[in-house]
């Protein structure tokens, strides 16, 4: 019975650990994807950054596949052989871009297959060459680094002289800080510049506020750029004031001819003007003709008394009194 046990035992137990080894066997075949159809796809890289056989392939940050070959074909170009699961390849275009990159801070490398920007794209066949785009490696950012640093420390030197002679009162910045007159002029001339800032500001504000008042719409300016019609007229009045200048100039020649002649002695205004006896016999009639008109009149007043003449002059008046009362009867 002892026997029978201990055969029972090893039996169960050669049973269970054949299960455990299959099931571990396939799923990782299947994470490798050794029970699954695939495709072979290739890229070229100039350095692989340590990558082994057997690293994922991601697509889009899903595992689509396996690194089954490394081979050096020249100098400076590495073939990376992918084998990439036939469903999941539908996906994956021609224009798709590959990169090396790790999976985690201290974990293995992996193979990144990243989506191109053409969608119109066909996916990829098998033997297909996925271009690679490199990155940068540690190597590369240390170095970087080192020529940061040199850089850094020339200019910290360079600045560590330029405070010195600063403090010192050499240059013109250290002039700036160790001279208290200029100082003070500099302070001056800020202030002035404040105020007159200030003082343009005010003004500005004035001349906005006044030209916001104008309506330029109702205004004699806006009437007079915008109508053709005003400005046709206003060009009119200018050429008729041209015009009559021209007219007074032609006026003022002929009052000066006249002058110069009645200076000289010549026309008949300068003969009236010198003749005594000219003068004397004008005022004469003058007078004459006056004298006359008082006479005249004093006979007209006497044949209005006159009793031949008296009806008729009566029927004058009355005629007129007719003619005035039939306005002063219209007008109301």
């Known amino acids: 019975m002892a ?46 950054s340590g990558l082994q056989l057997g690293n994922n392939v991601r697509y889009s940050g899903v595992n689509v596949g396996t690194v089954s070959k490394i081979e050096m074909t020249a100098e400076g170009k590495i073939t990376v052989e992918m ?29 990144n297959l990243v989506p191109g920007e053409n969608e119109a794209a066909k996916p990829v066949t098998a033997g297909d060459r996925i271009i690679v785009k490199s990155k940068i490696t540690v190597d590369e950012i240390l170095e970087t680094f080192g020529k940061t640093n040199e850089s850094a420390a020339l200019i910290t030197s360079d ?29 001056r001339s800020v202030s002035a510049l404040k105020r007159t800032a200030e003082g343009t500001n005010i003004a500005m504000a004035k001349v906005n506020a006044v030209i916001s ?30 015009k009559s200048s021209q007219d007074i100039n032609k006026v003022s020649k002929s009052l000066d001819s006249y002058v110069n002649e009645i200076k000289n002695g010549k026309g008949s205004l300068n003969y009236i003007a010198k003749d005594e006896g000219l003068v004397k016999n004008i ?43 039939k306005i002063d009867t219209l007008k109301l």
């Open 283 to 325: 005022d004469s009639t003058v007078i004459n003709v006056k004298e006359a008109t008082d006479k005249l009149n004093q006979n007209m007043e006497a044949l209005k008394h006159n009793f031949l003449f008296r009806g008729y002059f009566r029927k004058l008046e009355k005629k007129k009194k007719k003619e005035a009362e």
């Open 213 to 242: 008042k104008i309506n330029y719409d109702q205004s004699a300016a806006a009437v007079l750029l915008s109508d053709p019609k005003s400005r046709q007229q206003i060009q009119d009045v200018f050429t008729n004031l041209e």
């Open 159 to 187: 600045l560590a002289k330029i405070t010195h002679k600063v403090v010192e009162g050499n240059g013109p910045l250290g002039a700036l800080l160790s001279d208290a007159d200029l100082e003070n002029d500099l302070r």
């Open 3 to 48: 026997k029978s046990s201990n055969k029972m035992s090893v039996g169960i137990f050669v049973v269970v650990g054949t299960i455990l080894l299959v099931t571990a066997l396939y799923f990782v075949g299947k994470q490798q994807h050794l029970f699954s159809k695939s495709i072979k796809l290739y890229s070229v890289f100039a350095d692989v």
């Open 83 to 111: 084998s990439v699961d036939e469903q999941a390849a539908r996906f994956i275009k021609k224009d798709a871009v590959a990169s090396i990159a790790s999976d985690g801070l201290v974990g293995s490398m992996v193979v």
